[in-house]
């Protein structure tokens, strides 16, 4: 969960690092630190708590320059944010390492290291790596060598870079659980964790797999695969450009991304419907014989992502008439799954990373499933390299932390997964034309809806002075209300929690007053009457209710009571998409209020790459 950047030129090399840092900040953010080996051969380390700019301004008090060296920016999983456990960690001789990932036997590691007569400076499980490589290069003297014969130790996860005073000519690095990934340049080479921090020096990558170790040269790359085989890993020209994460004209990240929704579904859907019908073809050649045989879909995600996939359990088994289950990851990895007949497992991550979502698809692999479906924002990852079936979401780059495009393709992505099943389990093609039009008028029905901005920024200023907030909704909207309270506990630090509206009488009313408001999200459907009625219990309970609803919901502002209007006819499938607009720029806009790092809140990375 933390950012890695890396290079080896003729030239100086510490720009290229602290601007690579800046672009993954949003992974990681409460320590940052660079080593270069300098013109006289020797590793200068600087290291800073706080954010990127903090590091920045040491770097300029006291310059620092160099043609090779390694960079990071940190979010503490081992030791509190500090310098003394920010990296690059170094061990005797000059010797530093960067280092993502969490390695599970570094307590046995260390104990054995302190015997060696090794003294740590640290709480981190990185330090252990470094003594250890230190430790091996005694004996191989060759730090390729060392690297391996370490890695070889490790149990966990990690993608770490090496530098050494010893061997100025190249970086070590190796994977295992973690991305990292090399840029090509011309006479000279870069290594990071993600590919955005690369993109203003070069568009040409080269990923790691599992178990590789390389050596990285200004004029030639080295690999070597688990089993100690020489391999040449393929090179690939990425499609993002340098300047699609900058903020522009928006104060945030996250407003600039809200705002960008509509192209970013437009986006996703170019190319992949078309004259009314949904090309399926779009999610892999094998797609129309996996969607025929499908008669189970069990989808796996985290977080945000995991709402995405609840909305779409409602979707499938409403329209395709199949069963689905959802759960989260990181407990579908410690059980015993039964595996129901030509079962289809989907999983779905915004950064194709995300460590306990990547476990389960390589436990799903062992465990019978039909096939396995990837959706995702992003190209490179390993969540899409390793899965048989892929619907990327053309998001774009997300820095915000709190997910918000990335969230609303995930929803059309899974949309047209809707569709390209319903065509095998009954629909016929004016279904089809029904639902592939939907999707096509859903970027101008969120226009519509964005235009709601200035009204729920005045609605904010209710919540400056609250500290707690309940969020309903039925059927479909329920994942929706979760999606709302999961962003504004966020980032505005505002406890918040989300209920299927029909559940209130079962606990949650204890919690309603004057000093609690409820936001309710209330489409013209056919659970919209049982809805009203909820409501209508936490009025007669003094509660101060806020409803985003459809102009025919029969329902108008009254005291205690604000409704607000969203755009008119927005079907079953189009709703959960256009609802979460307004309770993303309500999150933004409390935010705001409360003074809280929009962007980057605390004890949160945008890339949750350990357990």
């Not at 690059?88 to 390492?97: E, T, V, W």
């Not at 070590?172 to 990934?181: K, N, Q, S, T, W």
């Not at 300047?243 to 809200?258: N, T, V």
Request: hydrophobic share 40%.
């Amino acid at each position: 969960m933390c950012g890695i950047v890396g290079a080896v030129a003729e030239r100086n090399i510490v720009p290229i690092l602290m601007e690579g840092l800046r672009r993954l900040e949003y992974r990681g953010y409460d320590s940052a630190g660079v080593a270069v080996l300098d013109a006289a051969g020797h590793l200068k380390r600087v290291r800073t708590v706080g954010k990127v700019r903090v590091l920045q301004d040491a770097i300029d008090q006291s310059p620092t320059e160099g043609r090779l060296g390694i960079a990071h920016t940190r979010w503490a999983t081992h030791g509190v944010p500090s310098e003394r456990n920010a990296h690059p960690h170094m061990s005797d001789d000059g010797l530093a390492i960067v280092h993502n990932g969490i390695i599970e036997n570094h307590d046995e590691l260390r104990e054995e290291l302190r015997k060696l007569g090794y003294t740590f400076t640290s709480e981190t499980d990185t330090e252990v790596i470094a003594h250890r490589i230190h430790h091996h290069l005694k004996t191989v003297g060759d730090l390729f060598k060392a690297v391996r014969a370490t890695v070889a130790e490790l149990e966990g996860a990690y993608a770490l870079v090496v530098a050494s005073e010893s061997d100025p000519e190249r970086l070590i690095l190796a994977r295992e659980g973690c991305p990292v990934v090399i840029g090509l340049g011309v006479g000279e080479n870069f290594v990071a964790s993600d590919v955005a921090a690369l993109l203003p020096v070069t568009r040409r990558f080269m990923f790691l797999e599992e178990g590789d170790v390389a050596e990285v040269k200004r004029e030639s790359i080295r690999v070597l695969d688990r089993g100690g085989n020489s391999i040449d890993r393929p090179v690939r020209d990425s499609e993002l450009s340098a300047d699609a994460a900058e903020k522009g004209q928006y104060r945030h990240f996250m407003l600039k991304e809200i705002h960008e929704q509509p192209r970013a579904i437009a986006n996703t859907l170019q190319e992949r419907v078309a004259n009314g019908r949904l090309l399926e073809a779009a999610f892999g050649p094998a797609a129309t014989d996996v969607f025929r045989r499908t008669e189970h879909v069990h989808i796996v995600a985290c977080g945000t992502s995991f709402h995405a996939g609840s909305v779409a359990r409602y979707m499938i088994e409403q329209i395709v008439k199949i069963p689905c289950s959802v759960e989260v990851a990181s407990e579908y990895r410690y059980r015993n799954p039964v595996v129901p007949r030509n079962s289809l497992f989907v999983t779905i991550s915004q950064s194709g990373e995300t460590a306990d979502t990547l476990a389960a698809l390589r436990l799903a692999k062992q465990a019978g499933y039909l096939s396995s479906l990837a959706i995702c924002n992003v190209p490179e990852s390993s969540l899409v390299r390793e899965s048989e079936l892929v619907m990327l979401t053309r998001a774009g780059p997300e820095i915000g932390v709190a997910s918000t495009k990335a969230f609303t393709t995930q929803l059309t992505a899974l949309l047209m997964l809707v569709i390209a099943l319903a065509k095998h389990h009954g629909a016929d093609a004016e279904r089809e034309h029904t639902l592939v039009k939907r999707l096509v008028e859903l970027p101008g029905l969120m226009e519509k809806t964005l235009s709601l901005d200035p009204i729920i920024q005045k609605l904010a200023l209710r919540f400056a002075d609250k500290q707690h907030t309940l969020f309903l909704g039925r059927g479909v909207l329920h994942p929706i209300a979760m999606e709302g309270a999961l962003k504004l506990k966020e980032i505005s630090y505002i406890h918040a929690e989300a209920y299927a509206a029909g559940e209130l009488k079962h606990g949650p009313l204890a919690l309603v007053d004057s000093e609690m408001p409820v936001i309710a999200v209330a489409p013209n459907n056919d659970l919209l009457e049982k809805l009203k009625s909820n409501l209508m219990e936490v009025r007669a309970r003094g509660g101060e209710l806020i409803v985003f609803a459809d102009p025919d919901s029969g329902m108008s502002s009254s005291e205690g009571v604000t409704v607000i209007t969203m755009p008119k006819h927005v079907s079953y499938v189009q709703a959960p998409i256009v609802y979460t607009i307004p309770l993303q720029l309500l999150s933004y806009h409390v935010a705001i209020l409360k003074g809280t790092d929009v962007d980057q809140p605390r004890n949160l990375a945008k890339s949750v790459t350990v357990e």
